[in-house]
């Protein structure tokens, strides 16, 4: 089981749909979580943390479930400009005080016009 | 967010010769990191690079294939030694402190010919 599992997509949604994305990750002990987004050819960018109180940003809403290791992300009315690989990431503790960023497959979205 | 430069940002190179990729950041970082991202995949973690002491690899790389310095708290080193064809990827540094979401570079994407 790979430890962040996303949806490959790709999602074609039209302009002004909402479109949600899953995450799932294996490692309970994981401390922090994240929505990065990466347009084609660029390095990634940070989207959002996601806390477990859930969070929004404008258009972006994030949740958490730490029971069911389950992370979300919510995109209301989508842009042309949202076209984009959304990775999901986790910060886990790995030995000592060290942590690293695992980072899911992505979820590749299109907004059509 | 700190200003993580990257060079070069691509190269084609012969196979058997090395690179080295550099990563300058704008202020002093405690955790800097090299990724490879080959293509159609998401981010996998080569190393950690340390100030004043060795980096720390992740499984299934090796510091003679992938030999890093990192002589102060803004610069690092990525070298990809003896390239083959699979070495073709986009490598990246990031930043991040411990409990922080990571900021990338622009990446240096590297053909192997």
């Known amino acids: 089981r790979k430890e962040v599992e996303q949806d490959p997509g790709p999602f074609n949604v039209p302009e002004g749909a909402t479109v949600a994305f899953n995450c799932t990750y294996s490692?309970?002990?994981?401390?922090?979580f994240f929505w990065y987004r990466q347009d084609c050819r660029k390095e990634p960018k940070l989207l959002m943390s996601v806390y477990s109180s859930g969070n929004e940003d404008g258009r972006f809403t994030a949740q958490l479930n730490r029971a069911s290791q389950y992370i979300s992300l919510l995109i209301r009315d989508s842009k042309l400009s949202d076209s984009a690989t959304y990775l999901c990431?986790?910060?886990?503790?790995?030995?000592?005080?060290?942590?690293?960023?695992?980072f899911g497959s992505g979820t590749q979205l299109t907004v059509l016009p | 967010s700190a200003v993580i430069s990257q060079k070069p940002s691509r190269d084609i190179c012969q196979r058997g010769t090395s690179l080295t990729i550099q990563c300058q950041v704008d202020s002093q970082v405690t955790m800097m990191f090299w990724y490879r991202q080959q293509p159609g995949q998401s981010l996998t973690l080569i190393a950690t690079?340390?100030?004043?002491?060795?980096?720390?690899?992740e499984s299934g790389f090796v510091i003679d294939k992938f030999p890093i310095s990192r002589p102060n708290l803004t610069f690092s080193t990525l070298t990809v030694s003896n390239m083959s064809p699979e070495d073709s990827s986009i490598y990246l540094c990031?930043?991040?402190?411990?409990?922080?979401?990571?900021?990338f570079g622009d990446g240096t994407r590297l053909s192997i010919l």
């Open positions: 690079a340390n100030q004043g002491s060795e980096a720390t690899y």
């Open positions: 990031s930043v991040g402190d411990r409990d922080q979401p990571q900021h």
């Open positions: 490692n309970s002990a994981s401390q922090s």
């Open positions: 990431v986790v910060n886990m503790r790995t030995s000592g005080s060290a942590r690293q960023l695992t």
